[in-house]
C-alpha cells in the first residue's frame, strides 16, 4: 500500500475542513455541505479503486 495515498486523502480532508469552514463563516452553509460531500465523494472513489485492485490481486492469487 502506499503511503503517499494515505497522505493524498488526508490533504483532501484538510483542504475541503478549510474550505467549508470558510464557507460557513461567510454564510454560505449550502455550498459547504456540497464542497463536503464532493470531498467524501473523491475520498470513498479512491478507496473503492483501491479495494477493487485487492480483490482482483486475491482473484488472481487463488485462480478463481
Known amino acids: 500500500m502506499d503511503v503517499d495515498l494515505i497522505f493524498k486523502i488526508a490533504g483532501l480532508g484538510i483542504l475541503v475542513a478549510i474550505i467549508h469552514t470558510l464557507l460557513d463563516k461567510f454564510g454560505k452553509e449550502e455550498y459547504a455541505?456540497?464542497?463536503?460531500l464532493v470531498g467524501l465523494v473523491?475520498?470513498?472513489?479512491?478507496v473503492?479503486?483501491?479495494v477493487s485492485k485487492l480483490f482482483d490481486?486475491?482473484?488472481i492469487l487463488f485462480r478463481l
Do not use: E, R
Not at 33 to 36: E, F, G, K, M, R
Not at 42 to 46: N, V
Open 57 to 59: 490481486n486475491l482473484k
Open 42 to 46: 473523491f475520498a470513498f472513489g479512491t
Open 48 to 50: 473503492v479503486n483501491l
Open 33 to 36: 455541505y456540497i464542497v463536503t
